[in-house]
């Protein structure tokens, strides 16, 4: 339960050494990232491991490192995400066909005119 003021933070994502008590650090930001990619990669906020894609396994298992010293740095963690593979395929099909279907109907929206400039009609030839 959040206390007074403060935000509610889901517990899953709370380092270590902030769920007793110390205070926020960068290494506890780390833990917090590995958990949320956890939960982006798999849709459960305490995934096994196995259910993580293999190339983010080790980091996320890094990440959630149960002492901070053991934790990458946000500069090792941002080098190692840089080259993440995006194959084609990555998107669910389902996902790729609405992204679609709404970037052609944005396409092919008319806009009205602006104050002051006169309609135009389209030309199809």
Do not use: K, N
């Not at 958990?35 to 906020?45: E, F, I, Q, R, S």
């Not at 944005?106 to 009609?121: D, N, R």
């Amino acid at each position: 339960e959040p206390r007074a003021g403060l935000p509610g933070i889901d517990p899953g994502a709370l380092a270590p050494e902030q769920a007793a008590g110390g205070r926020p650090r960068p290494p506890g930001d780390v833990f917090a990232l590995g958990a949320v990619l956890a939960y982006a990669a798999t849709g459960h906020t305490v995934p096994e491991r196995d259910e993580l894609p293999p190339w983010l396994r080790s980091l996320v298992t890094a990440c959630l490192a149960r002492d901070p010293a053991d934790r990458p740095t946000a500069a090792a963690l941002a080098a190692a995400l840089a080259p993440a593979p995006l194959a084609p395929g990555w998107l669910p099909g389902r996902v790729v066909a609405a992204l679609a279907r709404q970037s052609a109907e944005l396409l092919a929206a008319e806009l009205p005119p602006l104050p002051g400039q006169a309609a135009t009609v389209p030309v199809h030839a």
